[in-house]
């Protein structure tokens, strides 16, 4: 039953397929943000492993609903419940129907409402997918002015040595999202006949070896594919199909041969690749600086900075150095942001997402306005991260701080060292606006519960050494109260985008406000002595200058020196 379903040769098909008209892409979303390091999610024959676990959960969901809660998936998968809990999150993060109801459930209600069983045979079948390795820049010379000096923790853990592969000297780029999407067409392409198999039904009467689809059953494609290009969300895959196309609105539509639907699919694939093949081409062979990520970072200032929109509904924001860099909800026109490669600099994001990236920066400060969906932030190195957002992932991350308003648990999962985790610390005027706008609860911050999964992400590539593969990431330990301080947002833009925040939304917790009022009551008291100290004038110059010294070497030790780049002149 695993091999794939042979392409129909019937010269009688009622459809015959049609030369695809607009292109079909993957849906990054699953395979940026639904991959989850747990080893029992990971199938050798991912065919054989769910048809049988299809129908153990479909006995035991709902009859006329078919969903699944946490408990029928943690009993079918022999995972514990809040691994299961964990997989239902996941889920609703990526999920292509905004409608299903797991999407806006409240959290207390998700066990209550499951997840429909298509999507979710569907999620636990790419999780046996392998993300492309990360690529060396072209100008490794020109990036390693710009990448601090090697870390003490390389070499730190001989026996993660194909880790340390991926950051070894060089430091390493994200693939382009040209080479991302053929690889994930290439995916698709290899294993949809099984996919397709996964969400057929046999005739009555006629056996298993006539499998059709209906057009629920192909809408569920759209979990993993979307016809629609210029930042369009994709048009239904059933108005784009010839198949299902013209359907009467009032009427069931006919189920379609399995085969049919797969040789449609397959020819509209084969198309798309030749597409981004030819655009890889004419990319490698073209004028240098030319694709979506390729920037050359050829001085370690912000004029190497780039913020470039794709054609698929992504801001890329790369190279930005030693300066500052804001963004706002109006200079935005699309859902999800990646920062790239950005170094010794404050970036600014205020404005509503649903999901955000956040790659290979080091000594960076990163505010991220409010995320709806989710965050993943990886290879980063000594940055710190603001975030408002329903869900983050932390991967591969080391000496690290994270300030979370975050409504589920932080995931923390691969090679990381030395993370910190502290409560949320700063607002900007439309900050509660937005966090309305994407779903965020202010209430439910659950940024002190860091959920740490494998050392060793299956997803990727490499091969590893025999037992590593079980050992569990660290975690992220809490800041200290007594070293928790306020992040403040200039109001560059005073009177153009008013709004009602004018404070933290999320609650502190009482050792942080306690630390805080003690911090301010001291501040005041030591003014106060300042201000009616009985000094000379030459006294008072003296101490002055140093305080002003302390302060300086404070701001350098701290890393907060960045934050006065946005007092610079562009």
């Known amino acids: ?107 207390d209600d998700v066990d209550s409402v499951g997840s429909d069983l298509s999507d979710l045979i569907l999620f636990l079948y790419i999780q046996s997918y392998k993300r492309l390795l990360p690529r060396s820049h072209k100008d490794s010379a020109a990036v390693a002015d710009v990448w601090p000096s090697t870390s003490a923790f390389d070499g730190y853990l001989s026996v993660l040595s194909p880790l340390q592969l ?142 470039s929109p794709s054609a698929r509904n992504c801001c890329f924001i790369e190279g930005v150095s030693k300066s500052s860099y804001v963004k706002q909800a109006s200079d935005l026109k699309h859902s999800s942001v990646k920062v790239i490669n950005c170094h010794d600099s404050v970036i600014y994001i205020l404005a509503p997402l649903r999901y955000a990236t956040i790659y290979g920066c080091s000594d960076a400060t990163i505010v991220l306005g409010a995320v709806g969906k989710a965050v993943r932030v990886e290879h980063c190195e000594r940055v710190h991260v603001i975030i408002a957002a329903k869900r983050v992932c932390i991967a591969n991350c080391r000496e690290c701080l994270f300030f979370l308003g975050v409504n589920q648990r932080p995931l923390v999962v691969g090679d990381n060292h030395k993370l910190q985790v502290a409560p949320y610390n700063t607002f900007y005027s439309q900050l509660e606006e937005h966090m309305t706008e994407v779903g965020i609860q202010a209430t439910m911050n659950r940024w002190d519960e860091p959920l740490a999964l494998g050392a060793v992400d299956p997803h990727d590539s490499l091969s590893h050494p025999a037992g590593v593969s079980d050992a569990q990431a660290e975690s992220a330990a809490q800041l200290d109260p007594d070293q928790f301080t306020n992040f403040l947002i200039p109001n560059w833009f005073e009177g153009e985008s008013a709004g009602s925040t004018k404070d933290n939304p999320f609650p502190l917790p009482d050792a942080y406000l306690k630390s805080q009022l003690r911090n301010q009551k001291n501040l005041s008291e030591i003014k106060q002595i300042l201000r009616e100290a009985p000094l000379e004038e030459n006294r008072k110059r003296e101490l002055s200058c140093a305080l002003h010294v302390y302060f300086k070497d404070w701001l350098y030790a701290s890393g907060n020196i960045r934050q006065l780049y946005c007092l610079q002149g562009d």
Not at 32 to 55: M, N, R, S, V, Y
Not at 212 to 222: A, D, K, Q, S, W
Not at 278 to 306: C, F, L, T, Y
């Open 166 to 307: 991926v950051r070894s000297n060089t430091r390493r780029f994200m693939p382009s999202q040209a080479d991302e999407e053929a690889h994930q067409l290439s995916y698709l392409q290899k294993h949809l006949a099984n996919i397709i198999s996964l969400l057929s039904e046999p005739v009555e009467g006629e056996g298993e070896e006539s499998l059709v689809l209906t057009m629920e059953g192909f809408e569920h494609l759209g979990f993993l594919i979307q016809f629609g290009d210029k930042g369009s969300e994709g048009i239904p895959l059933s108005q784009a199909a010839p198949f299902f196309a013209n359907s009467d609105p009032d009427m069931p539509a006919v189920p379609v041969p399995a085969s049919q639907v797969l040789d449609w699919l397959l020819e509209n694939i084969a198309s798309s690749l030749e597409h981004i093949t030819d655009k890889i081409s004419a990319k490698e062979n073209g004028p240098q600086g030319g694709s979506d990520q390729d920037v050359a970072m050829a001085d370690a200032s912000s004029s190497s900075a780039r913020a």
């Open 1 to 107: 039953m695993s091999d794939p379903m042979e392409p129909s040769t019937s010269k009688s098909d009622p459809n015959p397929i049609i030369s695809p008209i607009t292109l079909l892409h993957p849906r990054r979303e699953p395979f940026e943000h639904g991959l989850l390091p747990i080893q029992k999610l990971i199938f050798t024959d991912p065919l054989q492993a769910l048809i049988p676990l299809k129908q153990k959960l479909a006995s035991s969901s709902s009859s006329s609903t078919h969903r699944v809660n946490s408990d029928a998936l943690a009993d079918a998968l022999q995972i514990s419940s809040e691994h299961a809990r964990l997989i239902l999150d996941t889920l609703a993060s990526v999920l292509h129907s905004e409608p299903d109801r797991l999407v806006n459930a409240h959290p």
